[in-house]
């Protein structure tokens, strides 16, 4: 019945083909054809409200007489979760949980269908777990492993290993779960398109029947969807718009920590960050997030200092790390991982000529411990004393942290939350933090067991940081193992 339906629409220009063209013949732009469906043979779509099904037409009401709704949330009864959802699941909602193949998007959702079901299974709901990915019997596997299949919330999940839309927005119906998890949106395929699972027209055909569905009856809607090398999300990025929330599960794969951030939220923040650890038995959340990113030395070496970082309300310490060698010939390479290579360009500029680090002709290379990534201006300081470090070979005093948006000028700028950053810091047994001389009328906050150290420039930021020229420290706990032979000699510029 439904394949003579299938159109190819140009995205840019809207013409429709019978079969697909690498170019539109309307517009001329390339790779731009999607398979689409046409719900009216007869061409020309109804507006939604004519549609069974869909709303009643609705009429405008003045702002200040519309009802306060209450979100319902569903809590999923994992706090790191809930945290960065902002409270629950919101019924009639759609999330897309991204992340790179095998980094934990599965585990996570079966482990959130099983607190979900405990505290559900109450009031009778359900959550149903639909998988084009895996075998029922493979999720059972993986269930046991997490230890979730005894007890009551095994009972509470139903599992179909299905990945045609129409059937499971069918077994939705009649289940009528509260929470439905579709593992993935790439592996969806409808019926009626004949282009394969993971295609754009695929997708957002499947995305759309799931939205469809989730507004019709009231259910939580999860979508997995992974996501391509360069951090995007595979297929198309309508789906982004398309949802409610987008939620991208990152780590580095060998590597166990696992953050889950909000990169948008109809519902709350954008701005909390969850952390986790994959153990033998599924995610774990951590007690201490804060001291997951930093690594013990041994012997203190140049390179590495701890960044007092701030995740949306949550203080995180995390080192950072440099290594500078002089460059064989041809360009320098810089490398980052973890942190902007935009800002490490810059830093090494401002380095140069403002504060007397010269590494123009140096290999750079920085990263943060741990894997995490971290984008905030904050950042800046200490990227640029590890820089500082590494190149004049000299290791940050012991139990030293820092903070600190740099300017071109070699200028340093405050940063928000600098008291909770501190006293997060002298928690963890820090004793000196560097940060930006306040402004004008403001000044410092006080936090009992730390030295605050305020630095107007980088230059004096460096002083504040670096062991004394020829003092080498004999013992710390803080340091980095980055000192890979005789490093470069930065001095050459000297300051
Ligand atoms: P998975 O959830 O399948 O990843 P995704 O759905 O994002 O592709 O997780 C796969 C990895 O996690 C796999 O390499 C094994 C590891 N893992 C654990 O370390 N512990 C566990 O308890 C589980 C279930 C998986
Ligand atoms: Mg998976």
Redesign the pocket.
């Known amino acids: 019945m439904a394949r003579s339906q299938s159109r190819y629409v140009c995205q840019s220009c809207g013409e429709a083909f019978l079969r697909w063209e690498g170019q539109c013949r309307g517009c001329g732009a390339w790779n731009s054809l999607v398979e689409t469906l046409v719900r009216e043979p007869a061409g020309g779509r109804q507006p939604r409200s004519a549609q069974p099904g869909a709303a009643r037409p609705v009429q405008p009401v003045p702002l200040g007489s519309i009802d306060e709704d209450p979100l319902a949330r569903l809590p999923v009864g994992i706090g790191e979760f809930d945290r960065v959802l902002g409270g629950g699941l919101v019924p009639g909602s759609i999330i897309l949980v991204g992340?790179?193949?095998?980094?934990?998007?599965?585990?996570?959702?079966?482990q959130a269908a099983a607190t979900l079901a405990g505290s559900l299974a109450a009031n009778g709901g359900r959550v149903l777990y639909a998988t084009g990915?895996e075998s029922a019997a493979q999720v059972r596997l993986?269930a046991a492993?997490?230890g979730i299949l005894a007890g009551p919330s095994a009972a509470g999940i139903a599992v179909v290993a299905e990945a045609e839309v129409g059937r499971v927005v069918e077994h939705a119906r009649t289940e009528r779960p509260s929470v439905l998890v579709v593992?993935?949106i790439q592996t969806a395929t409808v019926d009626a398109l004949d282009g394969p699972a993971g295609s754009v027209g695929q997708v957002r055909e499947s995305a759309y029947r799931l939205m469809e569905l989730a507004k019709d009856e009231g259910i939580a809607v999860v979508l997995?969807g992974?996501v391509t090398k360069d951090g995007s999300l595979a297929g198309p990025k309508t789906l982004e718009h398309l949802v409610d929330v987008v939620l991208a599960?990152e780590g580095e794969?060998y590597a166990a920590l696992r953050l889950l951030r909000a990169a948008k939220n109809r519902f709350g923040s954008t701005e909390e960050v969850g952390v986790f650890e994959?153990?033998?038995?599924?995610?774990r959340e951590l007690a201490d997030p804060a001291r997951a990113f930093l690594v013990e030395h041994a012997t203190p070496a140049p390179g590495s200092i701890v960044a007092l970082t701030l995740e949306g309300s949550r203080p995180l310490l995390v080192e950072v790390q440099a290594l500078t060698a002089p460059a064989g010939y041809g360009t320098p390479r810089r490398t980052a991982s973890g942190l902007d290579p935009n800002r490490l360009a810059l830093l090494i500029a401002v380095l140069g000529r403002r504060a007397g680090v010269g590494l123009a002709g140096h290999d750079v290379y920085a990263n943060l411990a741990g894997g995490l990534t971290v984008d905030e201006p904050g950042l800046d300081l200490p990227l640029a004393l590890a820089l500082a470090s590494s190149g004049r070979d000299r290791p940050v005093r012991v139990a030293t942290v820092a903070v600190g948006e740099v300017g071109l000028l070699g200028e340093l700028r405050a940063v928000s939350g600098l008291e909770r950053r501190l006293r997060e810091a002298a928690r963890l047994g820090f004793g000196r933090a560097i940060v930006p001389a306040p402004g004008r009328g403001q000044s410092l906050p006080a936090v009992a067991g730390i030295e605050v150290i305020e630095a107007a420039t980088l230059r004096e930021a460096i002083e504040a940081a670096l062991v004394p020229a020829g003092a080498p420290e004999p013992r710390s706990g803080r340091g980095a193992e980055a000192a890979l032979g005789t490093d470069d000699v930065g001095r050459a510029t000297g300051s």
């Open positions: 992340g790179e193949p095998g980094i934990g998007k599965s585990t996570l959702l079966l990915e993986r492993r997490l593992d993935s997995v992974h599960l794969r994959m153990g033998e038995f599924g995610l």
